[in-house]
């Protein structure tokens, strides 16, 4: 019984560990893909590196290098907005723009964008009002011409703040609109 | 066991509804933290013959009946009084308890045990009423929250909810669970597990069913879950976010809140996820509707600037504005009885949960604490369920609508939330 117990929370900790799928949102947890399009290694396989696979992203790899290149802007995806603010500051316009660029040049591709609030006050107002950032990233992307069709903007409100402590500059940190690329969701 | 990890492999690996229930080892404790100013002396007399139950039912009466905060337990002694013995009137007169109860636990066969009990008024020397109930020896806590309901009735004649049940989700780790208790916390059970959010539960009138926010899907989808069975459908998943279900009185539809036409806006589909229709339009944000028995809407706008209640006909008509004091009025939930209203009110930073009677329009904070959300009524309308935080930790607690009964309900390690108080058992 004790080993079946064991065994299952080791089945839990693995399957909870494959779970946890949250996509490099900021470029920095992006690490060691192997970056195809640069050519310059491309002689051979280094035998003693490891590469990480995320087996989350559903195929594996994802088709599109750049979107985690930590070197490409399309590795960014965060936009902050300020306290009870739903207006994209000046400061992500060229990250807006290079996603923008990306969708309307990848019709296929679809994109996810999460709005979150920090965690004062009711949840399900929260979720309205991380809605409205959600929506307010989307139309900036429609306004540089991204098919509605590519996009869904949603709310995660308070429920999955990147940051945990009730300090100004946690709540700062999540008061945010995310973008994921197809796979990534 | 081994079938127990096939079953949670078999599911989807983000959410094993029931089959991890056995490793919530969480149990919700209960500490009473106010009480009524004028208790009422009540004595509940050892039954004869329940010391052969695993626990004795006169313990949870007891329990009960304390955490009521409207009575005061009077101590008759170990010594047992049986239900068809005459009552030593002059021995419980003389422990200032002004009514008290006495009863016989006897095998009725087939393992089965005859719960007999009686309640008298202890100044008048008079029978105030009597039941019998056949129970399995481990429905003693069942039972006796059923010989609670019956005494409380009796002595307020209002009905009890010592035998409802009440929803919420608790968080450890990265690990989400919606449980369901018994009203004084024990009992949990796990009916959905999830590595995601789980948020606004929701309670079928019937108690059969609950409604809520799962975010397994990455975004927020409203699903409607059979907790005898574990089945469950999506309700609304329409693109944008769903959120914020709350069930019409004769449990066929729910009202829900979606982004499919823009911002957060009011629909109703029924519990199957069909027949979506608009039940108010505003240019701003409109959520968290609660419908009332009295054939209203209520609901939380930003149209006139800040978050403040509305409400408007069920049957559909304009919208009226209902909080006025103060800029952050949210999480409106009417009474059983439609004739007050609780919600979260900020005042000076501080979310409290807040009364409003409807028809003096006085409001009165029901708190003292800081960080208190969704409230929601027992089925009395006597308490309010609500989550706040205490040492930086979410717990439940709860509050008489005079706000003088207080009560917490914790747990060992986790964080509890999003609670919501189920209807009266239907047996």
Request: zero cysteines.
């Given at each position: 019984m004790k080993r079946t117990r064991i065994a299952l929370s080791l089945i839990t900790v693995s399957l909870l560990a494959a779970c946890t799928s949250s996509p490099p949102t900021d470029g920095q947890s992006a690490v060691a893909v192997e970056d195809r399009s640069s050519g310059a290694a491309s002689s051979g396989v280094d035998n003693s590196r490891v590469v990480p696979v995320d087996a989350d992203s559903a195929n594996g790899k994802s088709a599109y290098p750049e979107l985690k290149d930590p070197k490409s802007v399309l590795s960014k995806r965060s936009v902050l907005f300020d306290y009870d603010s739903y207006v994209i500051k000046d400061q992500y316009r060229s990250l807006i723009e290079a996603h923008a660029k990306f969708l309307t040049s990848h019709t296929n591709v679809k994109m996810l964008i999460q709005g979150n609030t920090d965690e004062r006050g009711s949840r399900e107002y929260n979720l309205a009002l991380g809605q409205k950032r959600a929506d307010a990233v989307k139309k900036a992307l429609t306004l540089l011409g991204?098919?509605?069709?590519q996009l869904e903007s949603v709310s995660l409100g308070e429920e999955k703040p990147s940051c945990g402590d009730a300090s100004e500059s946690c709540w700062s940190a999540n008061r945010r609109g995310d973008m994921l690329y197809s796979g990534e969701f | 066991m081994t079938q127990r990890i096939l079953t949670f492999l078999r599911g989807t690996a983000t959410v094993c509804a029931l089959?991890?229930?056995?490793?919530?080892q969480a149990q919700l404790s209960i500490e009473i933290t106010g009480a009524g100013a004028n208790r009422m002396p009540v004595a509940i007399a050892s039954f004869e013959g329940e010391s052969t139950l695993p626990r004795a039912v006169t313990d949870v009466v007891r329990a009960d009946l304390e955490r009521s905060g409207l009575f005061k337990m009077v101590e008759l002694g170990p010594s047992p009084m049986g239900a068809d013995t005459p009552p030593d009137f002059g021995r419980v007169r003389s422990r200032g308890a002004d009514a008290f109860a006495v009863g016989t636990v006897a095998p009725s066969g087939s393992g089965r045990y005859q719960v007999q009990f009686r309640l008298f008024d202890a100044a008048k020397q008079v029978s105030l009423g009597s039941q019998a109930m056949v129970m399995a020896p481990n429905q003693y806590r069942t039972t006796g929250h059923r010989i609670a309901d019956f005494i409380y009735e009796k002595l307020t004649g209002e009905p009890g909810v010592f035998s409802t049940r009440i929803a919420y989700v608790l968080k450890s780790g990265p690990r989400y669970e919606l449980q369901i208790a018994d009203a004084d916390g024990s009992n949990a059970q796990t009916a959905l597990a999830s590595k995601e959010p789980i948020i606004s539960p929701a309670w079928s009138p019937d108690g059969s069913r609950l409604a809520y926010v799962s975010f397994e899907a990455k975004k927020p989808v409203v699903y409607v879950h059979s907790l005898a069975t574990g089945q469950r459908n999506v309700a609304a998943n329409f693109k944008g976010s769903n959120s914020a279900p709350a069930w019409s009185p004769d449990g066929r539809r729910l009202a829900v809140v979606l982004t499919k036409d823009g911002q957060s806006q009011l629909y109703s589909v029924n519990a199957d996820g069909s027949g979506v229709q608009r039940l108010a339009s505003s240019s701003g944000i409109d959520t968290e509707p609660a419908w009332s028995t009295d054939g209203w809407i209520y609901f939380t706008s930003d149209r006139g600037g800040s978050p403040q209640i509305y409400r408007v006909p069920a049957g559909g008509g304009e919208a009226q504005r209902v909080s006025f004091e103060g800029s952050y009025n949210v999480s409106p939930r009417p009474s059983p009885d439609g004739k007050s209203l609780v919600y979260v009110s900020r005042n000076g930073g501080r979310f409290q949960v807040t009364m409003l009677d409807l028809s003096s329009r006085q409001t009165q904070i029901l708190t003292d604490s800081a960080k208190d959300e969704s409230p929601s009524f027992a089925p009395n309308g006597r308490m309010v369920l609500y989550a706040t935080e205490v040492g930086g930790r979410g717990v439940l607690a709860a509050v008489s609508s005079d706000g003088r009964v207080k009560q917490r309900l914790s747990v060992q390690s986790g964080d509890v939330r999003e609670p919501a108080w189920g209807p009266q058992p239907r047996n």
């Open positions: 991204v098919s509605e069709g | 089959a991890l229930a056995s490793l919530a």
